[in-house]
């Protein structure tokens, strides 16, 4: 089992920047990726960015392309989300999620994550 807890968020202005942690425990050593989600008021879980915790590839979604970086340290366990230039849009829950899949993994798909952390809330004001 992984247990993975977050930590950041908050809220800020248009323009503003957060940073989200995600430290994982248990079976740290069994995740292969590790990336982080939202969900909005209404609307589906859906990938902002992953990463591949024993090498340098990296997946982000359109909408946070030059805004956001995601990274992560292998031996603390811990990943990041550096989120600049937030816009209101951006508001919504945060989930860290990390899994030990590789073969037919899918970067954006919400089931082909194992495990989730408890959610962090996000708001940007205008």
């Known amino acids: 089992q992984v247990q993975l807890l977050q930590s950041g968020g908050g809220s800020v202005q248009t323009g503003g920047s957060l940073r989200l942690s995600c430290v994982a425990s248990g079976y740290a050593s069994r995740i292969n990726f590790m990336g982080w989600f939202r969900q909005a008021p209404g609307k589906e879980r859906e990938a902002i960015a992953v990463i591949y915790t024993k090498g340098d590839t990296k997946y982000y979604a359109d909408f946070v392309k030059g805004r956001f970086n995601i990274s992560h340290n292998l031996v603390e366990n811990t990943a990041y989300l550096q989120m600049n230039d937030l816009k209101p849009e951006d508001t919504a829950m945060y989930y860290c999620?990390?899994?030990?899949?590789?073969?037919?993994?899918?970067?954006?798909?919400?089931?082909?994550?194992?495990?989730w952390g408890q959610g962090t809330q996000v708001t940007v004001s205008s």
């Open positions: 999620a990390a899994t030990g899949r590789m073969y037919g993994f899918k970067w954006y798909e919400v089931r082909d994550f194992d495990n």
